[in-house]
Nanobody, 123 residues
Framework: QVQLVESGGGLVQPGGSLRLSCAAT?????????TGWYRQAPGKRRELVAS????????DYSDSVNGRFTISRDNAEGTATLQMSSLKPEDTANYYC???????????????WGQGTQVTVSS
């Protein structure tokens, strides 16, 4: 199976920066199609923050973070790191690491999630 553990969240003032990382445990046969970060604020739906398609290298950002956040591939972990700058109070949420893939060639493709790391932007 796949286990994902996020780190790097915390309390930061508006305008500050944080770097989120995702440690992964997965078998050597696991096939990764995409990896990225999502977030969920209280009372809201989980939303995409940024993602990377591993086969094409295509990167996608939500409009709300484009230009402030940078996603990069962590090749050692098979996941992605999220550098967040110019943070705003509306960025406050629980941030989840995501991997989309399958455990073997004939297995179904699905999403895997970490437990999340809290990011709070407040003065």
């Amino acid at each position: 199976q796949v286990q994902l553990v996020e780190s790097g969240g915390g309390l930061v003032q508006p305008g500050g920066s944080l770097r989120l990382s995702c440690a992964a445990t997965m078998s050597s046969s696991f096939i990764i199609y995409a990896t990225g970060w999502y977030r969920q604020a209280p009372g809201k739906r989980r939303e995409l923050v940024a993602s990377i398609e591993t086969t094409t290298g295509t990167i996608d950002y939500s409009d709300s973070v484009n230009g402030r956040f940078t996603i990069s591939r962590d090749n050692a972990e098979g996941t992605a790191t999220l550098q967040m700058s110019s943070l705003k109070p509306e960025d406050t949420a629980n941030y989840y690491c995501n991997v989309n893939g399958k455990v073997a060639v004939l297995s179904p493709r699905r999403d895997y999630w970490g437990q999340g790391t809290q990011v709070t932007v407040s003065s």
